[in-house]
């Protein structure tokens, strides 16, 4: 703890508080964000704060925020149980959220009308159970969603009164209304997007008319493959789109949910406000009043806390590398192997003064360390998450951790105290730091219940008024912030209106060409995790997913068509080069999923450090989320 808090206070005095950051995760506890969001942004005085959500949830964030005004699904999980028709898109849930994925296949199995709709440029476990599966061109899905809607409209499947009364149109800048939508949409016919996609028109006519159908109510769900790219944000978007202009939003079974990527993104990393640009409670560190509000709760000078945003993810990290970084903290994360272009960023790493509170060592960033904490892991310690559907939960503890090993908060807690700040961060438990952190989310629509209200139940959804939980947003009487009279009102937005936006097709950032002919993304297997730190300390694990070491890797699933045309065959070893890196690997033709033709296919759980998916993705990112373009990347692939 000396150490830590000599380097820190060396580099604050001879470089200023910008040259440090902290780097968190959505697997962290709520109660341990929001410690060392006030310690680094209140004290230290740098919004060089971010998390790992930024590389999964960032475009989703965007997208809520643009179109309704504030982040998170205005729905449940229990909307499962009242669907119809689940449209998912970018998503293979029946491994990546297997959980998820039952409550769906339980649906299908007692409501013998219900319909699933899978997009994904792959075929997966989930589109295996589809009736209607789209296999787009990577990265035209944007084009996909403006021609279902174009069919929408023109079949006339829209809820006039809810546009009327509910949403305004906005093209960048400019407002627009609803002729120019639909004039907008001229350019989206089925035909054309047929041409742009490769999907047929035929199926993007259906696939509009079974998600707009008036006597049915449609969930859409979509994760990684929507939210990682350079349009991440605008492809939220034109979902929630659909929503709108059928009115499928706002009851049971219909409504827009994006799904996480970690246990705790919303509620560690989202809610806390531990992103460079955020304050606890979704403000913002722009906004001087929030700063105000959020300084006299934290019991810090207002002006400590800098009104321009921190650095995001991937200009944190390129700090690293020019050295504008020179300490950072990285807690409950592995971004040594979790980064895109990643060999560039491991050098970054190892250059600055890096800190590592980590549960599972050896990793691929406890390696770059110069110090390494062993931190408590969930089941040792007590804390508090919340999910997807807005669910805070307790988490109690359940065994000691083995001697030596602190929980997270102790150590944000002794290095604050180190630094001359301890009389502000005076919390003798958990309660301590609840109770001041719910003092945030007092009356901004995202009120919290009391701990011991969490502690004895199975979790309650935001915003919670006096004990009692909402069970969707925007809408009387499950929202208290909505009146009978409103009935649905968007309040994040001035007018309570949605947005509807108008957002062509654009290109990601790397297409094909003659050097690197192929498209190159990436996914999760059922069996693992993330970069297995956790998952990948179980032989039975491994041996099912068939865990490899070595310069082979795992695999890489071609198509059997690509495969007759390079003269590959099952198991052949191959070299895969992109721009940034190149890997050795093996064929797969016989895998979990097959990719079209065109497209190349690796899970990204490989920590070897010749092997690893992230050593060739792009580390593009959206301008507006910040969020890296990690599912689509040029490659070529040669025999060896």
């Keep these: 703890m000396d150490l830590i808090t000599d ?105 013998p009308k219900t319909k699933i709709i899978v997009a994904d440029p792959r075929n997966t476990i989930t589109s295996d159970s589809a009736d209607l599966v789209l296999n787009f061109k990577p990265g035209t899905d944007l084009a996909l969603l403006n021609g279902m809607a174009h069919v929408i409209i023109k079949e006339g499947l829209i809820d006039k009164g809810f546009i009327e009364k509910h949403t305004n149109f906005m093209q960048g800048d400019d407002k627009k209304n609803w002729d120019d939508y639909v004039e907008f949409l001229e350019d989206y016919t089925p035909e054309k997007v047929a041409n742009i996609t490769g999907v047929s028109a035929d199926d993007i006519v259906m696939a509009a008319k079974i998600f707009a159908d008036k006597n049915l109510e449609t969930m859409s769900l979509w994760c990684m493959g929507i939210n990682q790219r350079i349009r991440g944000t605008w492809a939220n978007n034109l979902i929630h789109n659909l929503h709108l202009i059928t009115g499928k939003i706002c009851r049971p079974g219909s409504t827009n949910f994006s799904l996480t990527g970690q246990p705790s993104a919303c509620g560690s990393v989202r809610e806390v406000g531990a992103l460079s640009h955020l304050l606890p409670a979704h403000r913002s560190v722009a906004n001087e009043k929030h700063r105000q509000e959020i300084a006299a709760i934290w ?3 207002p002006t400590n806390i800098q009104a321009q945003n921190g650095k995001p993810m991937m200009d944190m990290f390129q700090g690293t590398v020019d050295g504008s970084i020179k300490g950072l903290w990285v807690m409950c994360t592995n971004p040594g192997q979790s980064l895109p272009n990643v ?18 060592h050896p990793t691929r960033t406890t390696e770059l360390a110069d110090v390494v904490l062993p931190a408590s892991v969930w089941c040792e310690k007590e804390g508090f998450y919340g999910n997807a559907e807005r669910r805070g939960q307790h988490m109690a503890k359940a065994v000691e951790p083995p001697e030596g090993v602190k929980d997270d908060v102790w150590a944000l807690l002794q290095v604050a105290s180190r630094m001359g700040y301890g009389q502000h961060f005076q919390y003798k438990s958990i309660d301590d730091i609840w109770n001041e952190y719910r003092k945030c989310a007092e009356g901004t629509g995202m009120d919290l219940g009391t701990i011991d209200e ?30 009978k009279e409103e009935g649905i009102k968007f309040y994040g937005k001035p007018d309570g209106r949605a947005t509807i936006w108008l957002r062509p097709m654009a290109d990601p ?52 068509l690509d495969a007759k045309a390079l003269n590959l065959k099952d198991g052949d070893k191959v070299k895969i080069e992109s721009r940034r890196g190149s890997i050795n690997t093996k064929v797969k033709l016989d895998g979990r999923g097959t990719p079209q033709p065109g497209l190349l296919y690796m899970n990204f759980h490989d920590d070897n450090l010749t092997t690893m998916a992230n050593i060739l993705v792009s580390d593009a990112f959206d301008q507006v989320s910040r969020q890296p373009e990690y599912k689509i990347s040029a490659v070529k692939i040669a025999k060896l």
């Excluded at 341990?32 to 930024?54: A, Q």
């Excluded at 990436?522 to 997913?545: A, D, F, K």
């Design 7 to 111: 380097k820190f206070k060396e580099i604050k005095t001879a470089h200023g508080p910008n040259a440090l950051a902290f780097y968190g995760s959505g697997q962290c506890s709520a109660d341990e964000s929001y410690v060392y969001n006030k310690l680094f942004k209140g004290f230290i005085g740098t919004n060089n704060v971010e998390g790992n959500p930024r590389t999964c949830m960032a475009s989703a964030v965007a997208g809520y925020i643009s179109t309704f005004g504030k982040d998170e699904p205005e729905g449940n999980y229990e909307d499962i149980e009242a669907a119809d028709v689940f449209f998912f898109i970018g998503s293979n849930a029946a491994e990546a959220h297997p959980i998820l994925w039952s409550r769906v296949m339980v649906r299908k199995a007692n409501n």
């Design 509 to 560: 950032a790397e297409l094909p060409d003659n050097q690197y002919p192929f498209y190159f993304t990436t996914g999760r297997l059922l069996e693992q995790w993330h970069t297995m730190t956790m998952t990948g300390t179980v032989p039975q694990l491994n041996n099912i997913s068939e865990v490899q070491s070595g310069e082979e890797g795992w695999f890489i699933e071609v198509n059997p």
């Design 454 to 483: 969490y502690r004895n139940s199975r979790g309650l959804k935001w915003p919670v008024i006096n004990g009692k939980e909402s069970q969707r947003r925007y809408v009387y009487p499950y929202d208290p912030y909505v009146t």
């Design 299 to 301: 019991g810090c000078d």
């Design 343 to 360: 060999n560039k960023y491991r050098e970054g790493m190892e250059k600055c003064f890096l800190v590592v509170s980590e549960g599972y």
